[in-house]
């Protein structure tokens, strides 16, 4: 199941590229975010039977890292906090371009791209992939 939704995520990815490339920036944006989407579900695996990952949610145990340390102390700082903050901006502009109609910009899409891309080249790492 890892593989199969880290190939959906690197197509979001590349269709968010594309896009960008385009000047569709909203768009770009839109498919960026379902790549990390798909890419911290792939890391984290399914939910418990019967729940789904929550959009912002999946954030938190993704950082946390215990997917690929679970002997790390549960009170300290994820393992890979750097992405906290991106990866929550990352929804924030998903949810202004797609329901509050913000026009994004080159620049942010640009970043974001970065960060989707790093995103999923960590994964692969950690996963051995």
Do not use: C
Not at 23 to 31: E, L, M, T, V
Not at 54 to 67: D, E, R, S
Not at 110 to 129: A, F, H, P, S, Y
């Amino acid at each position: 199941m890892i593989e199969f939704r880290i190939k959906y995520a690197r197509n979001y990815l590349e269709d968010a590229k594309f896009l960008y490339e385009n000047k569709r920036y909203n768009s770009a944006i839109s498919r960026l975010y379902y790549a990390s989407y798909q890419a911290m579900w792939a890391a984290l695996g399914d939910p418990d039977e019967g729940k789904v990952w929550k959009h912002l949610a999946i954030i938190k145990p993704f950082v946390n890292g215990y997917w690929f340390n679970p002997k790390h102390p549960q009170r300290t700082t994820g393992l890979l906090e750097h992405f906290r903050l991106p990866l929550r901006q990352l929804y924030t502009h998903r949810i202004k371009s797609d329901y509050e109609l913000f026009e994004m910009n080159e620049n942010i899409v640009k970043n974001m791209i970065e960060l989707v891309d790093d995103t999923i080249k960590t994964i692969l790492t950690k996963r051995g992939l």
